[in-house]
């Protein structure tokens, strides 16, 4: 009987943390696509286009040639027939020229409260 209980305060307290484990998980998901898995593909489009896809294009222009471009396009870019979105099922924001990264792109998810510009974004800078 003792065992028992103690097993069952294991599992509430199991649970009670499960949504701390699953979402840092998916913090650090975002983070990876952000900071190190669109690097590859947006830097050989960059090297095949001559620049990064402007904003308009968006990750969009890694699957598809972008209208006007399609003689010098040699993609897709990107190893999935789409750009996958972010853990929180939101697409991916995607800027050139950047706004926190001056010199660069901006890409960011929203974060878990899917709102733009707050706290929780996961962004490459």
């Not at 983070?31 to 620049?51: A, G, H, N, Q």
Request: aromatic letters at 12%; hydrophobic letters at 35%; glycine letters at 10%.
């Amino acid at each position: 009987m003792i065992a028992l209980a103690i097993l069952s305060l294991l599992v509430g307290l199991a649970v009670a943390n499960l949504d701390s484990i699953f979402g840092d998980a998916q913090g650090s998901t975002a983070k990876l696509f952000v900071r190190e898995s669109i690097k590859l593909p947006l830097t050989s489009y960059r090297i095949k286009m001559s620049d990064y896809p402007s904003t308009a294009e968006g990750l969009q222009a890694l699957i598809t040639a972008p209208n006007g471009k399609a003689e010098q396009w040699t993609g897709p870019y990107f190893s999935d027939s789409k750009i996958p979105v972010d853990p929180w099922g939101e697409p991916y924001v995607y800027r050139y020229p950047g706004v926190k990264n001056k010199t660069g792109y901006d890409v960011f998810s929203k974060g878990p409260d899917k709102t733009e510009g707050t706290g929780d974004d996961i962004g490459n800078w």
